[in-house]
């Protein structure tokens, strides 16, 4: 199985702040990753797919990265709607695994 | 517009089954391949089993198998998850979502809750 390891688990941060969020991979795959969104008592959202592709309707401040081991999940100016939950998902191999989450609250 | 609602969850004893629904709409139900996820109280999402659009594919996360069976109907653009020898692990709010091999989880429910307490 491949594990996948995500961090900060937790971040404070401030409007228009810049935000890196990193998933490791215990096992090197290409591209089948995802990142998702989510908010409290809400279904995750997607935002990335294949690692770097942004998801339709999605604001263009989301970006990602990486490949191989390490992926990441870049928030280039922080909104007030972007204070949530961040998980990585890789879907290269069965069984599929998230990362344990990153939640950015407010500074 | 996509829509998944799911149905079915509820309290139930430990060792009693249940039977999650997911009716789908919005879109042609029977191109897609179909997925649950389920996330357990305060911690994050755990994917659970995909099926191929025709239901000729299945696949489980290992500590399912065995005890959990997806299934689909492409007629009532349904999909389920039959859920038997319940345990208090996984009581979890169930969510079903459309997958694509280019995409990962496109669309997803909004989630039903399962509490498996006795």
């Known amino acids: 199985d491949i594990q996948m390891t995500q961090s900060p688990s937790t971040l404070s941060a401030s409007v228009g702040d810049r935000v890196t969020i990193t998933c490791r991979a215990s096992?090197?795959?290409?591209?089948?990753l995802a990142w998702y969104q989510q908010k409290p008592g809400r279904a995750p959202k997607l935002l990335i797919y294949?690692?770097?592709t942004l998801e339709s309707g999605v604001p263009s401040r989301f970006s990602g990265s990486g490949s191989g081991t390490e992926f990441t999940l870049t928030i280039s100016s922080l909104q007030p709607d972007d204070f949530a939950s961040y998980y990585c998902?890789?879907?290269?191999?069965?069984?599929?695994?998230f990362g344990q989450g990153t939640k950015i609250d407010i500074k | 517009d996509v829509h998944l609602v799911e149905s079915g969850g509820g309290l139930v004893q430990p060792g009693r089954s249940l039977r999650l629904s997911c009716a789908a709409s919005?879109?042609?139900?029977?191109?897609?391949?179909m997925s649950w996820v389920r996330q357990a109280p305060g911690r994050g999402p755990e994917w659970v089993a995909n099926?191929?659009?025709?239901?000729?594919?299945?696949y489980y996360v290992d500590s399912v198998k065995g005890r959990f069976t997806i299934s689909r109907d492409n007629v009532k653009n349904s999909l389920y998850l039959q859920i038997n020898s319940l345990r208090t692990q996984d009581t979890a709010v169930y969510y079903c979502?459309?997958?694509?091999?280019?995409?990962?989880?496109?669309?997803w429910g909004q989630g039903t809750l399962v509490t498996v307490s006795s």
């Open positions: 979502a459309t997958y694509s091999r280019a995409a990962g989880l496109v669309y």
């Open positions: 919005g879109f042609i139900f029977s191109s897609y391949w």
């Open positions: 099926i191929k659009s025709d239901g000729s594919e299945k």
């Open positions: 096992q090197s795959f290409s591209f089948w």
């Open positions: 294949k690692a770097s």
């Open positions: 998902q890789q879907y290269n191999s069965y069984p599929w695994t």
